[in-house]
């Protein structure tokens, strides 16, 4: 299975960011993945965003789950997130990874059996 994140480099503060995880190798609405999203701020760990499963159930974060939104897009293959009203904090690398087992939250890479490449967003006025 291969990941690939596409979406605006760029985007302004109290802004909606979108970002798009296009799978290729596997139908998103397989039972054997589940498909995360975490970010990693310049200079910081790994921070886990949250997942959804093939059956389209989404578990967040905590900390984004009043903000955060994940979907599938079956018609494209497709793994979406929409993130709210997003700060200078959330400029970040974006990754989605894909996962066999259920492993909420985790930041531990070799936990992820796959990863995109990662896009870069910065958020900024």
């Known amino acids: 299975v291969q990941l690939q994140e596409s979406g605006p480099g760029l985007v302004k503060p109290s802004q909606t960011l979108s970002l798009t995880c296009t799978v290729s190798?596997?139908?998103?609405?397989?039972?054997?993945?589940?498909w995360n999203w975490l970010r990693q701020p310049p200079g910081k760990g790994l921070e886990w965003m949250g997942v959804?499963?093939?059956?389209?159930?989404?578990w967040y974060s905590p900390s984004l789950k009043n903000r955060l939104s994940i979907s599938m897009d079956t018609s494209k293959n497709q793994v979406t997130l929409q993130l709210l009203s997003v700060t200078p904090e959330g400029t970040a690398v974006y990754y989605c990874?894909?996962?066999?087992?259920?492993?909420?939250?985790?930041?531990?890479?070799?936990?992820?059996?796959?990863w995109g490449p990662g896009t870069q967003v910065t958020v900024s006025s």
């Open positions: 959804i499963s093939g059956s389209g159930s989404a």
């Open positions: 990874a894909a996962a066999k087992a259920f492993i909420m939250s985790s930041t531990s890479k070799a936990q992820y059996d796959q």
């Open positions: 190798g596997a139908s998103i609405r397989t039972e054997t993945y589940f």
